[in-house]
């Protein structure tokens, strides 16, 4: 589960540092925003109908065979257990070389439709871009890799989804700040470039019981608590 906690909001990070603004990049961008959208839709709409059953089986005593409950708490306890959780850099851009360390992932909290938000906190180790840029840009690069290794807070928010025996788990950057060489250019482009790359796809997480015989039914986020339901 500290596995899950710490991957939920991520596995992600660091991307590319230079602005791409072609006809292709903004199409590619479109539809990658159409598929994240879709998956919302669909998590929103399951969310819905297994939020509808689970307040129906609570309310008639009768309800899933098993069920595990997770608060905030559980989740930033789980994910304090998998820090510090280090990423080669180049698995996210080959002109990158150096370390992402995943230090702190925190502040969880359960939104509407089957979604969940928290914080994390990075830097980069070592970083260094070793592809090529106009001479007009080696700044820019050099403050936005020293403003990478200084720290990051980034923000997160996840849709969770049943599919099969997995759940399937969409996170997006909604923000970034850097700690040093902040400004809404580097922060903008560190946040576009993880949801380009690192979170552009779902992660499916497979959560069957070895010791026990059941069938996952559905996962539910209420205000208070992450419940993943299962049927014999």
Do not use: W
């Amino acid at each position: 589960m500290s596995r899950l906690a710490l991957l939920l909001p991520i596995a992600a990070l660091l991307s590319g540092c230079c602005c791409r603004g072609s006809l292709e990049d903004r199409v590619s961008a479109a539809q990658r925003e159409n598929s994240r959208l879709k998956f919302e839709v669909d998590a929103t709409e399951k969310a819905n109908a297994g939020m509808r059953d689970y307040a129906a089986e609570l309310a008639s005593g009768s309800g899933p065979a098993y069920a595990l409950y997770y608060s905030p708490n559980d989740l930033q306890s789980f994910a304090r257990k998998a820090v510090p959780y280090r990423i080669p850099a180049n698995s996210f851009n080959n002109q990158l070389k150096g370390t992402i360390v995943v230090e702190r992932v925190y502040d969880f909290r359960f939104l509407p439709g089957n979604r969940m938000s928290c914080k994390m906190d990075m830097r980069g180790q070592n970083i260094q871009f070793t592809g090529s840029v106009p001479d007009f840009a080696k700044g820019q690069v050099k403050d936005f890799i020293e403003g990478v290794e200084a720290g990051v807070i980034a923000d997160l928010v996840t849709s969770l989804s049943v599919s099969g025996s997995k759940v399937k788990a969409l996170a997006e950057c909604t923000g970034t700040k850097l700690k040093k060489n902040s400004s809404s250019s580097n922060e903008g482009r560190l946040k576009d470039e993880m949801n380009r790359r690192a979170l552009k796809d779902p992660i499916a997480f497979d959560v069957r019981i070895s010791s026990y015989a059941a069938t996952l039914e559905r996962v539910v986020v209420t205000g208070n608590h992450l419940v993943i339901g299962y049927r014999p």
